[in-house]
Nanobody
Framework: QVQLVESGGGFMQAGGSLRLSCAAS????????MAWFRQAPGKEREFVAA????????YYADSVKGRFTISRDNAKNTVYLQMNSLKPEDTAVYYC?????????????????WGQGTQVTVSS
């Protein structure tokens, strides 16, 4: 069983930055791909960013490319999402997810462990 705990959400004005963290309980974290998804009110959950087990390969949704950066620290069992140049449309609950595989995907159905989510609100 893998437990994921997100932190770092909050309220920010447009143009500002936030960094989300996701701490994983698994001792095999180093072998797992990680991802961030988000869900805005009234909308479906959508892919944001993902990273392979090694951290050498990353993937981004077009809507956040160039503004968000995903990274991981395997020594701390933690994955991060640095969010810069925030926009009001980035407002959502952000979820950390992991799958028991080396390679990341952009499909939420491929991920079998999820965190509880952290709220990010961006005002205009």
């Amino acid at each position: 069983q893998v437990q994921l705990v997100e932190s770092g959400g909050g309220f920010m004005q447009a143009g500002g930055s936030l960094r989300l963290s996701c701490a994983a309980s698994a001792r095999t974290f180093n072998n797992y791909a990680m991802a961030w998804f988000r869900q805005a009110p009234g909308k479906e959950r959508e892919f944001v960013a993902a990273i392979n087990w090694s951290g050498r390969n990353t993937y981004y949704a077009d809507s956040v490319k160039g503004r968000f950066t995903i990274s991981r620290d395997n020594a701390k069992n933690t994955v991060y999402l640095q969010m810069n140049s925030l926009k009001p449309e980035d407002t959502a609950v952000y979820y950390c997810a992991t799958r028991s595989a080396y390679i990341a995907t952009m499909e939420s159905d491929d991920y079998n462990y999820w965190g509880q989510g952290t709220q990010v609100t961006v005002s205009s």
